[in-house]
């Protein structure tokens, strides 16, 4: 079992739609929790840190379920521009070593 | 504003073959690592380092070596080249343990023939 999943998609939704990823971590002592957005043939960037208390940053929202360790990411009113590649991203214990899943790839058409 | 700055952008490469991929941040961050990305398998951790002088074996460490001898510098080096490391290259640094975002260089894009 990989340490981190993701479902690889393609999730096809029209502007507008909401859509959520959700994104497994094996290692229940992990400590840190992030999302990364990473465009076609480009390297990825941060997107937002995942807290406990769930977390929103304009049409995005991150959440963190310990119990029953996933995290997820919701995008309210899609936008064309948010046609990316998601990528969770699972801190170990220690701080040491990020893990990252193999990403969520979103198309948003018009 | 530079960052991290991987050098080549491209290679091509012979089986047999060594290089060295070179990874450089100008954040004063204590932490870097290099990925390897294929295609359905996301990123997948070669090395990492905590600091100068101290490296760790990733998830896929055979076939790479590294060294950090400098804050700034953190090569990846290729003993002898295989088609199976025909890859895109990533180094990451980030701050510290406490601040763990990871920030990433351009990318390598490495094919052995």
């Known amino acids: 079992r990989k340490e981190v999943e993701q479902d690889p998609g393609p999730f096809n939704v029209p502007e507008g739609a909401t859509v959520a990823f959700n994104c497994t971590y094996s290692?229940?002592?992990?400590?840190?929790f992030f999302w990364y957005r990473q465009d076609c043939r480009k390297e990825p960037k941060l997107l937002m840190s995942?807290?406990?208390s769930g977390n929103e940053d304009g049409r995005f929202t991150a959440q963190l379920n310990r119990a029953s360790q996933y995290i997820s990411l919701l995008i309210r009113d899609s936008k064309l521009s948010d046609s990316a590649t998601y990528l969770c991203?699972?801190?170990?214990?220690?701080?040491?070593?990020?893990?990252f899943g193999a990403g969520t790839r979103l198309f948003v058409k018009a | 504003n530079a960052g991290v700055t991987q050098t080549p952008k491209f290679q091509v490469l012979k089986t047999g073959q060594s290089m060295t991929l070179q990874c450089a941040q100008d954040?004063?961050?204590?932490?870097m690592s290099w990925y390897r990305q294929d295609p359905g398998m996301g990123l997948r951790l070669i090395h990492y380092?905590?600091?100068?002088?101290?490296?760790d074996q990733g998830e896929v460490p055979n076939g790479y070596n590294v060294s950090r001898s400098t804050t700034e510098d953190f090569p990846l080096r290729l003993l002898s080249a295989a088609p199976s490391q025909t890859s895109v290259y990533f180094c990451?640094?980030?701050?510290?343990?406490?601040?763990?975002?990871?920030?990433f260089g351009a990318g390598t894009r490495l094919s052995v023939l």
């Open positions: 990451a640094s980030s701050k510290d343990r406490v601040e763990n975002i990871q920030y």
């Open positions: 290692n229940s002592a992990s400590q840190s």
């Open positions: 995942v807290y406990s």
């Open positions: 991203a699972v801190m170990e214990t220690g701080g040491f070593k990020t893990i």
């Open positions: 954040m004063n961050h204590e932490y």
């Open positions: 380092s905590v600091g100068a002088g101290i490296t």
